[in-house]
């Protein structure tokens, strides 16, 4: 089993920035696959950014590039998504996922993310 626990979420005006961060752990294969998503009201959830582990291949929506960026800590427990120039379109519950990766040419596609944290609250006011 995975355990992710998701932190840093809070209430900015457009233009800011915010550092979410999720502490994971249990089994390692299962995280090989980390991501976030983000879930707005009336909206279907989406995935925001994905990372394999295995080379730190990253991948992003297009909404999102050139204003965040996913990373993990050195002892690779800690998923971090740094998100600047933040637009009130970025409101949402953000969720931190981990799964286990597949060998195709994409190897963390959306649908490997199997595991799932409690999600934390980013507001952008404008």
């Known amino acids: 089993q995975v355990q992710l626990v998701e932190s840093g979420g809070d209430s900015v005006q457009a233009g800011g920035s915010l550092r979410l961060s999720c502490a994971t752990s249990?089994?390692?294969?299962?995280?090989?696959?980390m991501g976030w998503f983000r879930q707005a009201p009336g909206k279907e959830r989406e995935v925001v950014a994905t990372?394999?582990?295995?080379?730190?291949?990253?991948y992003y929506i297009d909404s999102v590039k050139g204003r965040f960026t996913i990373s993990i800590g050195n002892d690779k427990n800690t998923l971090y998504l740094q998100m600047n120039s933040l637009k009130p379109e970025d409101t949402a519950l953000y969720y931190c996922a981990a799964g286990p990766p597949t060998y195709g040419g994409f190897h963390c596609p959306p649908y490997v993310h199997r595991y799932w944290g409690q999600g934390t609250q980013v507001t952008v006011s404008s």
């Open positions: 990372l394999y582990t295995g080379d730190s291949a990253t």
């Open positions: 249990g089994d390692v294969y299962s995280r090989v696959c």
